[in-house]
């Protein structure tokens, strides 16, 4: 993926059980981008996501649609960021076959 260097990038990923950091990993060397920041959500603050102009949000839906743990205690939060002029990307996990239904809602 090619990301000039002068844009600023951030990686921001939440991982109760290791999976998200696990997928995360190997997305940053797949990637490559260039000056990448890598925070993990419950390190994340809303200024956070105004010093980035490409912004990737990774998370994990748990049970029934629920957010992963970091990402639901900063929701309220969240809400309020605004996304105005940046690049968003995410990425999700989840439990295809225990709960299909509801397999990366929280995306």
């Known amino acids: 993926m090619f990301v000039p ?3 600023k990038a951030g990686l921001i990923y939440g991982s ?3 999976n998200t950091e ?3 990993e190997d997305l940053i060397s797949l990637l490559d981008i260039p000056n990448l ?3 993990e959500a419950v390190d994340m ?3 956070n996501f105004g010093q980035f102009d ?3 949000l990774g998370l994990s839906t748990w049970y029934d ?3 992963q743990s970091d990402f639901d205690e900063f929701f309220e939060s969240f809400k309020q960021i605004d996304f105005s002029g940046k690049i ?3 990425y999700g996990l989840g439990d295809q076959y225990g709960y299909a239904e509801y397999f990366v809602d929280g995306l």
């Open 5 to 7: 260097e002068e844009i």
């Open 16 to 18: 109760d059980t290791g």
């Open 22 to 24: 696990a997928i995360t």
């Open 37 to 39: 920041t890598e925070i």
């Open 45 to 47: 603050t809303m200024e």
């Open 54 to 56: 490409f912004i990737i």
């Open 65 to 67: 649609g629920e957010l």
């Open 88 to 90: 968003v990307a995410m």
